[in-house]
């Protein structure tokens, strides 16, 4: 594990800025040493010799097709070879960064971490960055589902050209953009500029990874703009019963994996000193002890599901079923 490659994954729409940030980070004087996998639509590219001025170890170009779709294998096979001319001496990295295409879906992308052996033997999803163009936002939330995607599936919201649009804009997009993603800390980044560590080495998809949302969330409400992607909180004080949590959510995942983009949660077991930390992307769901309550500490389940069109009541009710002593009960539910 200490060995894994933490790789960050940027992405956001169309023009959105990640070309940006990334240059802003490889120009960076922060000690990371980064190789750099590009993924752009048509051949033209990017210029190489530019990122590599600026300081990448070495740009791997994927310009046939997407990452998400139709080049996926050769994301798959870039990384390896990177792997393996770092392990022969001929690359030194410490750090890989990803950006994506503007129309590209996150989740397959972070699956592949997850799913293929040969990559997950050498690397960690550490985060994924979605840049969001403060300018463009509002009308390309409107008219772009994967525009929605790419902000329910980001561990960071880094804001773009807030220098073109005023203070009330501004606070509009912020509490749309904390609707679609209670999770992830919204942070400004005029022109890629955005202190290194607030980006790297988040351990956004680590199961211990601390569970808070913003503080423009709507706790407990999906409130919407019309989003179909939208993320809501759940929150129990009495303690759950985790066997069934797990059933539950097996059977929840089954039907609706597709539209559940993120979900995480730090669980408050009946009998247990400890914390149960459980996150999925998707289908994959992982739960596993975490860190053990204090003394006096107020102990609560809380969970943040994001997804698009999230069926909200039927995941409350069941979870609220899955408390401790109500077996049967969940059991059905689980069922039907
Ligand atoms: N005013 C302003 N312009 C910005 C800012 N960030 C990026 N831009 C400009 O926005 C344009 C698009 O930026 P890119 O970094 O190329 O965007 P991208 O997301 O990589 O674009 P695609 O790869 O085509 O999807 C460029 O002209 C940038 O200079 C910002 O904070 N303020």
Known sequence: MADLLPV??????????????LKRILQGGHGYRIAVIENEFAAEGIDQAVLMRQGAERIVELN??????SVHGDLVRALVALAEQRASGALAFDHVLIETTGMAAPGPVAQTFFLDADVARHYLLDAV???????HADAQLDRHPEAQEQIGFADRILLSKTDLVGKTELAALRRRLAEINCRAPILKAR???VPIGDIMDIRGFNLNAVL???ADAPVGDARRHGDGVASFVYQNAR???????????????????????????????????????????HM????ELGAPWGELEYRETRMVFIGRDLPQAMLRAGLDRCVQ???????????T
């Not at 960050?8 to 940030?21: D, E």
């Not at 994959?284 to 739960?287: E, I, K, P, S, T």
């Not at 002593?325 to 069922?335: C, I, P, Y």
Request: hydrophobic share 50%; with cysteine; aromatic share 8%.
């Open 284 to 287: 994959l769901m992982g739960c």
């Open 325 to 335: 002593g109500d077996d049967a009960a969940v059991l059905a539910a689980a069922r």
């Open 191 to 193: 022109f890629g500029n």
């Open 64 to 69: 046939n097709g997407c990452i998400c779709c």
């Open 239 to 281: 303690p759950m019963n985790v066997a069934l949590i797990e059933a539950f959510l097996d059977s929840v995942v089954q039907v609706f994996s597709a539209q559940m983009l993120r979900y995480k949660g730090i669980l408050h077991v009946a009998g247990s000193p400890c914390r149960a930390v459980f996150q999925g992307v």
């Open 212 to 214: 808070e949302w913003t």
């Open 129 to 135: 960055l979605t840049v969001v163009d403060a300018r």
């Open 8 to 21: 960050t994954v940027i992405t956001g729409f169309l023009g959105s800025g990640k070309t940006t940030l």
